[in-house]
């Protein structure tokens, strides 16, 4: 085993151990979205219940049976990708 395999192999094994996925999810929690974006939790959750058509609408998606809001990756890069291209 070389040098590098080891070094992914305690890395993999240190990201187990804290729980975090190394594997990049579809959908992702508004706590997700705030560790991962740095987003308020309830700033993206307010902002999901406006009308679709307002300019700050953050599009959510909810199971059917639970309360949880979840919020896709792709379009939470797009969106942010936008803001930041008109804040320059």
Do not use: W
Not at 39 to 66: E, F, M, V, W
């Amino acid at each position: 085993m070389n040098e590098l395999e080891l070094i992914h192999k305690k890395l993999d094994a240190i990201l187990a151990h804290l729980n975090i996925s190394t594997h990049p999810a579809k959908f992702m929690t508004a706590k997700q979205v705030e560790s991962h974006y740095g987003i308020s939790a309830k700033t993206l959750l307010n902002r999901s219940k406006l009308p679709q058509d307002h300019k700050r609408y953050i599009p959510a998606l909810c199971l059917k049976g639970g309360r949880k809001k979840y919020f896709e990756k792709k379009v939470l890069d797009r969106i942010l990708l936008v803001s930041q291209d008109s804040a320059i």
